[in-house]
Nanobody, 123 residues
Framework: QVQLVESGGGLVQAGGSLRLSCAAS????????MGWFRQAPGKEREFVAA????????HYADSVKGRFTISRDNAKNTVYLQMNSLKPEDTADYYC????????????????WGQGTQVTVSS
C-alpha cells in the first residue's frame, strides 16, 4: 500500500507561483505512474497532469499547459507540480495519486490518493 502526502499549497496572488510536493511512503514510487488532480468548490475533480514511472512521458490538461510542470524524483519518492502564472480559476484542492498503469489521465486508473492540499489564487 502507498501513502501519499501533499504539501506546498497556500494563498498566492494571480501571476504567482507555487510548487506542490507529493511524498510517498509504504512503497517506492518508481513502480507507479503519478498524477495530479484538482477539485474546486462545487465542481467535480479534474485531471491536471500525469507522469510515467520513468518520468519520460507527461500529460497535461489543456487549461494548465505551458504553465504547470509535473516532475518526479524517484530517489526521494516524491512527485512535484510546479505551477506558474497562476490564475484565480486554478483555486482548488490539489490531490496526487498513483497508478499501476504506464501512465494515466483518468481518475479511475489511480488507486492511491493523498488527502489534498489547498491552493487559493487571489485576483
Amino acid at each position: 500500500q502507498v501513502q501519499l502526502v501533499e504539501s506546498g499549497g497556500g494563498l498566492v496572488q494571480a501571476g504567482g507561483s507555487l510548487r506542490l510536493s507529493c511524498a510517498a511512503s509504504g512503497r517506492t514510487l518508481s513502480s507507479y505512474a503519478m498524477g495530479w488532480f484538482r477539485q474546486a468548490p462545487g465542481k467535480e475533480r479534474e485531471f491536471v497532469a500525469a507522469i510515467s514511472w520513468s518520468g519520460i512521458t507527461t500529460h497535461y490538461a489543456d487549461s494548465v499547459k505551458g504553465r504547470f510542470t509535473i516532475s518526479r524524483d524517484n530517489a526521494k519518492n516524491t512527485v512535484y507540480l510546479q505551477m506558474n502564472s497562476l490564475k484565480p480559476e486554478d483555486t482548488a484542492d490539489y490531490y496526487c495519486a498513483s497508478s499501476s498503469s504506464a501512465v494515466a489521465t483518468i481518475s479511475s486508473a489511480f488507486h492511491y490518493w493523498g488527502q489534498g492540499t489547498q491552493v487559493t489564487v487571489s485576483s
